[in-house]
């Protein structure tokens, strides 16, 4: 039997070159080499306030964005996380088994929290154990993310361990970083120190998935470079053009040794002008499939969740039932 993947996705918004590159590229090579179980964690997107049509539409835009990225429902188990009870009733049940002092440590939550701790949701706070059990309800074996996400794992594995010193049993297995080579961390077009994300303000920060060949070049264009004429790789001292060598690399499938030679003696100009190109032959095509999909074709999204849903669900109630009869619940 093959080993199970699992990793979410929050449909928080229009999906970003950024998401393609570091997420879903990665999944479509993973989908038939694995039992993969893909969802978007809409449970997680509500630890920040949404409107409730808003966020409906962007459940269906982001599967609409998965699909048309290449990843096929006949091969994963694509579904909303809402959608399968299980993950919250193991949530609550992990959530009496983790102590406070791992969560404090969480650096994303000091991140979204800021200055102002005692406003913050508990959900905001508590959300890493969701997290958790929603790698292992379905006894993951591996786990896709990237470098930012490692500290979650690690969480993952600890409460699977905390878990079974509970129960005195090894129910859990702990579930492996799936660090992938190839995964790109893209990084804003106006801020190359920071990631490329939909709640930036400025739409010139970020490539997305549904834009128009004419939108692209015009970002790509204007995105932030330095007075440095030559192109050369430099994170620490070059963020936005090692962010754009980055993209072309990933978009294009070549090392990023390859495409500095090729630029040697060229402007910046003339290179900004090819990436375009390059992201345009990587993407058009999803983004117009996206457009069709969600403009068109909305209940065939809709039965992909819904069948994702219930295969999910098989396995999950079937854990859960072990899981609680380890706890000492009646199940009558």
Known sequence: MN?????????????????????????????????????????????????????????????????????????????????VAEHTELGWILNCMTPMGWLERMTQFKDKAGEDKERASLGLFSYPVLQSAD??????????????????????????????????????????AMILKEASRIMSLRDGTSKMSKSDPSDYSRINLIDSPDVIVQKIKKAKTDSIAEIFFDKENRP???????????????????????????????????????????????????????????????????????KASILAKNNMSEIKELCGFNQF
């Open 3 to 83: 080993k199970i993947v699992v990793s979410g996705i929050q449909p928080s918004g229009t999906m970003h070159i950024g998401n393609y590159l570091g997420a879903i590229k990665n999944w479509i090579n993973l989908q038939d080499k694995y039992n993969c179980f893909f969802f978007l964690a809409d449970l997680h997107t509500i630890t920040v306030a949404q409107e409730p049509e808003e966020f409906r539409n962007n459940i269906l835009s982001t599967a609409a964005s998965l699909i048309a990225s290449g990843l096929d429902p006949k091969l994963v188990t694509l579904f909303a996380q809402s959608s």
């Open 135 to 176: 790698v292992l309800l379905y006894k993951a074996d591996f786990v896709p993310v990237g470098e930012d996400q490692r500290q979650h794992l690690e969480l993952a594995r600890d409460i699977a361990a905390s878990f079974n010193r509970h129960t005195k049993t090894n129910y859990f297995k702990l579930p492996e």
């Open 240 to 310: 936005e053009i090692s962010n754009l060598l980055e993209i072309y690399a990933a978009c294009s499938d070549r090392k990023i040794v390859e495409i500095v030679n090729m630029y040697e003696g060229k402007f910046t100009g003339q290179f900004k002008a090819d990436l375009a190109e390059v992201i345009i032959e990587k993407i058009g095509n999803i983004g117009k499939e996206i457009t069709r999909l969600y403009a068109d074709d909305q209940s065939y999204i809709k039965q992909v969740l819904k069948t994702g849903a219930k």
